[in-house]
């Protein structure tokens, strides 16, 4: 990220190459793909262990997420794709045709919202449904949300209307793993594709690997990711 006093300047920090490279190493590691049903434990795949959830948060770019989504049709992939319409990045229109092309192309997709914490999950739930009719999207669909302002998952699971995506990895063993900011803060995927490993619950951003670089005023870019103001 470079800034001025007035706009900051977003730009990839890896490569669509690496992407697939990624996606073909899980492969060669004999994982399989799962959608995010599989977190909530109700059904139980051959090999637990070797499980690997995509989950895209899609706040940046549009286009990123369809050239992601592509990669992935490519290699017979399908991953889950939740949509931020309430990103000054990312407007609501735009999203409703991304919807449709992304379902086309097999993936699962849902939401991923703002929501002050103190309106509870009843609160978040209407948010939701809100969002799913004007997206086109089936109600009910996996939701996340973005930069939750809570202590740690647990308390995040409960404020949640799919619960399941946060307490996998607090009581389910899967080992969560983010490009959040464009880093891997946790560790690289690579790094635990390893014999015995948990199920990895990989959470990206389209726009870390197939963005375009986008200049965007500071004070309303900082004020939907604070995360940025954490970083050295
Ligand atoms: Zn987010």
């Known amino acids: 990220m470079t800034e001025t006093s007035d706009s900051i300047e977003l730009a990839s920090r890896f490569t669509p190459g690496e992407y697939q490279e990624l996606l073909e ?66 407007p609501p229109p735009a999203l409703r045709g991304l919807t449709a092309r992304l379902a086309g192309l097999g993936h699962e997709v849902g939401l991923h919202l703002v929501h002050d914490a103190e309106d509870g999950r009843e609160g978040l739930r209407d948010l939701a449904d809100h969002w799913a009719e004007k997206l086109g999207l089936a109600p009910g669909g996996p939701v996340s949300l973005h930069a939750p302002r809570m202590r740690n998952a647990a308390e995040v699971a409960r404020r949640c209307p799919t619960p399941h995506l946060y307490t996998c990895y607090v009581s389910g063993g899967w080992r969560y793993l983010s490009d959040s900011t464009g880093n891997w803060r946790w560790g690289h995927p690579l790094e635990h594709l390893v014999p015995g490993g948990s199920p990895l619950y990989v959470l990206t951003h389209p726009f870390w690997w197939f963005g375009r670089p986008i200049r965007h005023p500071r004070p309303v870019a900082l004020d939907f990711l604070p995360q940025y103001n954490e970083e050295p």
Not at 35 to 41: I, K, P, R, T
Not at 61 to 75: N, P
């Open 25 to 90: 190493s899980c492969r060669r590691a004999r994982y399989t793909f799962v959608l995010s049903g599989a977190l909530s434990g109700r059904s139980t795949p051959p090999d637990r262990r070797r499980l690997v959830w995509l989950r895209h948060d899609v706040e940046l770019s549009a286009d990123a997420a369809v050239e992601m989504a592509r990669v992935e049709h490519s290699l017979g992939i399908a991953a889950t794709y939740l949509l931020c319409p309430q990103s000054p990045f990312v």
